[in-house]
């Protein structure tokens, strides 16, 4: 069975968390970083199983400050986004301080309030907290039955994304547990929104069919949360700044930057 709306994954996690190399090891490649932030990039991943087979858009945000990004993600305009969210993977580098361990937990009970505030308490996203490697060392030694349980505090499943074979209950670890438990998912979505309008035109000629999905998919992120205004500048410089980052990506007009904006949430006047 095929797919044809799947929900999405979102990877976040700090700066230098490891993101991409994390979805690179469960993919097999990953969106160019070509500014200073993984904030906005976008990635799909081809799922094949015996039950069915799905292109699940990943969608990449970063957070730099935990309580900035949970009030973004906690007001109403979010709420749409939130809910076409199949999976959370949570990327950190294994802590090498107290105070990082703590930034850990505030950071998953904030993506736990954030899915609450959304969905209530029966929501079924898979959420994963995946611990990346670290170049400091000595970093703290925690064990992973420690890790457990503070995961599962928050609705998490630890996963050492450097751990190798299978543990006691015969499950894989590390990369291949990230991606039996995302197999494992229920990832038919719902059907697109009537009232999202978008015109492939808008964004030229000489884009591809594969571009051109991808501005669907930005621009329809963008028009759920933002309610563009075609009419204000700053809405259209939004757009345009999307349409910089397909072209940059694809090369298409030899041009490799553009300003990568983070999921910010702000209703228009």
């Not at 400050?65 to 709420?79: D, G, I, L, Y």
């Not at 970093?139 to 299978?166: N, P, Q, R």
């Not at 999202?196 to 930005?218: I, Q, T, V």
Request: hydrophobic fraction near 35%; aromatic fraction near 8%.
């Amino acid at each position: 069975m095929e797919i044809i709306n799947p929900r999405r994954i979102l990877a976040v996690g700090a700066p230098d968390s490891g993101v991409l190399s994390l979805i690179k090891d469960l993919t097999g490649s990953a969106p160019e970083l070509i500014t200073d932030t993984t904030a906005g990039l976008s990635h799909e991943w081809n799922i094949e199983t015996k039950y069915y087979t799905a292109k699940v858009p990943i969608w990449i945000d970063e957070i730099p400050k935990v309580s900035e990004w949970r009030t973004e993600f906690t007001k109403p305009e979010a709420k749409e986004v939130v809910t076409a969210i199949g999976a959370w993977i949570y990327c950190f580098k294994k802590p090498v301080t107290i105070k990082d361990v703590d930034t850990i937990k505030d950071t998953m009970q904030t993506i736990a309030k954030v899915i609450e505030t959304a969905c209530g308490y029966s929501d079924d996203h898979v959420r994963l907290a995946v611990a990346m490697p670290q170049s400091i060392t000595p970093y703290l030694d925690k064990s992973a039955e420690d890790w457990d349980d503070l995961c599962m505090e928050h609705g998490f499943e630890f996963v050492d994304s450097e751990a190798k074979g299978k543990n006691q209950f015969g499950e894989e670890k590390g990369i291949k547990r990230v991606e039996d438990a995302l197999k494992a998912q229920e990832w038919e979505g719902i059907e697109a929104d009537d009232d999202f309008d978008f015109d492939e035109d808008a964004f030229g000629e000489g884009l591809d069919a594969e571009e051109r999905e991808m501005g669907m998919e930005l621009f329809g992120l963008k028009n759920a949360v933002h309610g563009i205004d075609e009419n204000e500048e700053a809405q259209v410089e939004e757009l345009e700044g999307l349409m910089r980052k397909m072209v940059a990506i694809k090369g298409t007009n030899g041009q490799n930057s553009y300003t990568c904006r983070p999921l910010i949430f702000s209703r228009s006047k």
